[in-house]
Every structure is written in structure tokens, then in C-alpha cells.
């Protein structure tokens, strides 16, 4: 039980910024920490549904819920997956080589693409929240919050790494595989089925759309990286994140 509340812990300090207990990164102590991966999305679909419960209560017009609704994931995680994207995006845009392409990842320095593709991003982050009418459609929402989390857990015990250092590898290295593979299964089956059963339409083109992108995600980073890095997960989760967010509003409105 020890070690499975410090792989908890251990998951919460590194991948947010909720003030927890810190614990020495040995293996014993990560074996399960991706198992409660998932668990910060919970957190973050549970401010979500709260924030919309506030805005909805004060009457606060959508532009402002839209821009807290936004940062909210940002302040949670202290932007380490957007890091991560926007560094994918300088190593992408740059067309060179799989080597120079994991060099420019590791590059400190931010090129134009980069900032041009985050401002995108965001825009579109904050456009899609603006459209959320309803608890149904933020309760869809939160739930995606879970599952990107969980689908980049499973990556990070499932597909190739690029390197064999980093954080990524020293976090599945130390996993026990084939625990943590079978409970993120089992988060992104409950997910599943939670989206079912809120609207079965959505939930459907949810389910879709997510597997096609996780594939998509296995067969971008094996040719263009030869494997995932952690600055590939980030990217992953956040583009994720995205495309469950616009698919909810869009049928949302498709099915009024």
C-alpha cells in the first residue's frame, strides 16, 4: 500500500502542480504512477464542471468562461504537456531528419512555428468552450480529460521510445507493464462507456475520432521520431484534448 500511495504522489508532482508529500524517484516507488496519470484528469474535468456550474450560477458571459475554462487545464498541469507540444510542433516543422528532429526537442529556444501553432491552438481552445451550452456537454468533456491521460499512459508502457533517457523512460522503465497497461485499458473502456451513456451519438463519434488520432499518434512518432518522447506525449494529450473538445461542441450542435 506504501508504494502505491507514493506512485500516486509521485505522478501528481510531476505531471501537475498540486501541492503534494514529494517521494524519492526509485523504482519501487513509480511502479504505479501511471496507473494515476488518469487521476489529474479528474481533477481537471472536476474544476471544468465546477467552473461551468459558477459561470452558469453568476451569469458570467461566455468570452470570460471561455478564457478561465482555458487556463484552468494550464494551472493544473503548470503547462508541462503544452511544453511539450509546442517543442513537438519546432521539431515537426522543421522537415529534417528523425536525429535533428529529437535535437531541436531538446532545444531551449522556440521557433516561429511554434508560437504561431500555440496561439492557434489556444484560440481554438477558447473558441470551442465558448460553444459549451449545456452540463451534458461539460460532463463529456471532463470525461476526455480522463482518457487523454489515460490513452498517453498507455503509449508511454505500449509504443517504442525514441530515447532510452528522459523522464519518459525513466517513468516506463520503472512501470509495471502489464499492471498499468490492463487499469489504463480499463479507464479508457469505463471512459468509453460513461460517454456512451451521456449521448450515445457523440460518445460514438468520440470513440472514433480518439482511436483513429492514438493511431495515427503511434504511426506519426515511430516515422518522424522513431518512438515517443515525453515532449511527444505532451504533444499527443494536448491535440487530444482539443479534438474531443471541438467533436462535443459540434454535435452538440448537430444534434440540437
Known amino acids: 500500500m506504501r508504494n502505491w500511495i507514493r506512485s500516486c504522489m509521485i505522478a501528481f508532482s510531476m505531471y501537475s502542480k498540486l501541492p503534494v508529500p514529494q517521494f524519492e524517484w526509485k523504482e519501487e516507488n513509480m511502479r504505479y504512477a501511471m496507473i494515476f496519470f488518469p487521476w489529474i484528469g479528474i481533477v481537471t474535468g472536476g474544476l471544468e464542471l465546477l467552473w461551468f456550474a459558477i459561470a452558469l450560477r453568476l451569469g458570467i458571459s461566455s468570452g470570460f468562461y471561455a478564457a478561465v475554462a482555458t487556463v484552468l487545464p494550464i494551472l493544473v498541469t503548470g503547462g508541462i504537456h503544452a511544453d511539450g507540444y509546442i517543442d513537438t510542433i519546432d521539431a515537426r516543422s522543421s522537415h529534417q531528419g528523425k536525429e535533428r528532429r529529437l535535437e531541436i526537442l531538446k532545444d531551449p529556444h522556440t521557433g516561429a512555428f511554434a508560437i504561431i501553432w500555440a496561439v492557434v491552438y489556444f484560440l481554438l481552445y477558447d473558441g470551442a468552450y465558448q460553444m459549451v451550452g449545456s452540463y451534458k456537454s461539460c460532463l463529456m468533456i471532463a470525461v476526455c480529460y480522463v482518457a487523454s491521460r489515460a490513452f498517453s499512459g498507455l ?102
Open 155 to 256: 503509449a508511454a508502457v505500449s509504443f517504442p521510445a525514441a530515447k532510452k533517457t528522459g523522464t519518459l523512460a525513466v517513468f516506463s522503465h520503472a512501470a509495471d507493464h502489464k499492471l498499468v497497461r490492463t487499469v489504463l485499458i480499463f479507464y479508457v473502456i469505463v471512459a468509453g462507456i460513461i460517454e456512451l451513456l451521456l449521448q450515445w451519438q457523440c460518445g460514438l463519434v468520440l470513440i472514433l475520432c480518439g482511436g483513429l488520432f492514438f493511431a495515427y499518434y503511434y504511426r506519426m512518432a515511430k516515422k518522424e521520431f522513431g518512438g515517443i518522447t515525453g515532449d511527444l506525449e505532451g504533444w499527443f494529450l494536448q491535440c487530444f484534448e482539443l479534438l474531443m473538445l471541438l467533436v462535443v461542441v459540434l454535435m452538440e450542435l448537430v444534434l440540437k
